[in-house]
């Protein structure tokens, strides 16, 4: 069944098993609908302590839902949980309708949503991973269609169904052998230009977090605050996982001070292992970073378990013992005084240019903390060097004696090292 505006209706369904979160997951769901283009017209939960291994929910629960699937005529079901091949099945039989669980859910935005190359494979690799499994949901009922008749006809038809099943099962494998090498062959390509970036020496700083927390807005605000090429800004829109794509831009302050800031893709609540094995080369920007900023929506209720669920994620993946700042963003919204700073965490609105201050200070405390400032005598045909000073350095003081030119500056430790023979000692 169709609306007007072209969204699918669906029937959101999910098993409180334990209480905790409940509530909160499944408004998550229905938001997840909302990304893929539907609309969450009923909803029905049960409490359970597990599901029923056959059909998700109890016997009641499933004749309840086939009843309001025929009244309604809605013939799409969103379960917040990932099923089982023959849960799915079973849904669908008695249920006579489309079942998508949380993880296929999650993957059809993915795979909408994924703009560039490296995006498309990773999704493309993890809905393969997650067909595998279920590659016998559709020959079940390919068998069960051949072997209708019994008897000795039955077996011979059965054989070759398992021929196929086995078939579709190594084309699979194929398909994920050349997903996995045409990714691998991009990873070469962006370790490449990452290390191209560690050898210009510098720092990196990943924005994180939960999807829809605001990690694009402030990456806008940071680079509009130095930079007025509009080129360099980054999709922003109101919606979980508007972007999949790592977006690097080189960040210049007033003091010549440079950083590389990454906006990498969102998390959500239980996201599907397929996608966190896939996208661990995207987020490597976040594992190769000198400090991380994990920036939360300070407007939502469960902006703790956003957090957990953020900090979990990293972990899962492997982003562990970096720096972290916490941005508790979208504070414009709670009717409290902002930006306010409470030890390195800052409540702030990625809207605000005094909050974007007061972040880009925090930055720099963190990630330039060992810039020393020192004095350097340049001989007069070494204009080279004091270019350099005045372009890329903050200098601080400049001065001339029969010498050459004395600069006092602040110097990062690659600089002293590479200026050694200019300083002069204290």
């Known amino acids: 069944m169709e609306q007007s505006d072209n969204r699918t209706e669906v029937i959101t369904i999910g098993l409180n098993k334990t209480?905790?979160?409940?509530d909160y997951l499944m408004e998550e769901l229905n938001n997840l609908v909302e990304a893929n283009n539907m609309v969450a017209k009923e909803t029905l939960t049960q409490k359970l302590d597990r599901p029923d291994p056959a059909t998700y929910f109890g016997k009641g629960k499933i004749e309840e839902l086939a009843t309001l699937i025929q009244d309604t005529g809605i013939e799409t079901v969103v379960v917040n949980d990932e099923l089982s091949p023959s849960q799915i099945r079973n849904i669908e039989k008695q249920a006579n309708a489309r079942i998508i669980d949380r993880t296929g859910l999650i993957l059809e935005i993915f795979a909408n949503r994924a703009q560039s190359k490296e995006a498309k494979l990773q999704v493309e690799l993890?809905?393969?991973k997650y067909q595998m499994p279920r590659l016998h949901t559709?020959?079940?009922?390919?068998?069960?269609?051949q072997t209708g008749g019994g008897g000795d006809g039955g077996f011979t038809n059965r054989g070759a169904g398992e021929s196929q099943l086995e078939l579709n099962r190594r084309t699979l494998q194929n398909k994920i052998a050349h997903v996995n090498q045409e990714l691998k062959e991009l990873s070469k390509s962006a370790d490449v230009k990452r290390k191209q970036r560690d050898r210009s020496e510098l720092p990196t700083v990943a924005l994180v977090g939960y999807t829809n927390a605001g990690k694009s807005t402030v990456?806008?605000?940071?680079?509009s605050m130095f930079d007025d090429d509009e080129d360099k800004q980054v999709m922003v829109k109101d919606m979980l996982f508007a972007t999949l794509d790592t977006s690097v831009r080189k960040i210049t302050l007033p003091d010549q001070k440079t950083f590389?800031?990454?906006?990498?893709?969102?998390?959500?609540?239980?996201?599907?292992?397929?996608?966190v094995e896939a996208f661990k080369s995207t987020l490597a920007e976040a594992a190769n970073a000198d400090l991380l900023i994990q920036v939360v929506d300070y407007s939502d209720d469960n902006r703790d378990l956003m957090m957990e669920t953020t900090e979990s994620t990293l972990k899962d993946i492997g982003v562990e013992n970096i720096p972290m700042v916490i941005a508790y963003n979208k504070a414009d919204r709670m009717g409290i005084s902002y930006p306010s700073r409470e030890g390195d965490n800052l409540i702030m609105s990625a809207l605000d240019e005094s909050s974007?201050?007061?972040l880009i200070k925090i930055i720099?405390?963190?990630?330039?903390?060992?810039?020393?400032?020192?004095?350097?005598?340049?001989?007069?045909?070494?204009?080279d060097v004091v270019s350099y000073l005045n372009e890329k350095t903050n200098v601080i003081s400049t001065d001339y004696d029969a010498n050459?030119?004395?600069?006092?500056?602040?110097?990062?430790?690659?600089?002293?090292?590479?200026l050694k023979r200019f300083i002069i000692p204290e």
């Open 364 to 383: 720099s405390e963190k990630i330039f903390k060992n810039y020393q400032t020192v004095s350097l005598m340049i001989p007069f045909d070494r204009g």
């Open 404 to 418: 050459g030119t004395m600069i006092t500056s602040e110097l990062s430790d690659v600089d002293v090292k590479r």
């Open 260 to 275: 590389l800031l990454s906006d990498t893709v969102g998390f959500v609540s239980e996201l599907p292992h397929q996608l």
């Open 126 to 128: 993890a809905k393969l």
């Open 219 to 223: 990456m806008n605000g940071l680079i």
């Open 138 to 145: 559709s020959a079940s009922q390919r068998l069960d269609q």
């Open 19 to 22: 209480g905790r979160n409940f």
């Open 356 to 358: 974007l201050k007061d």
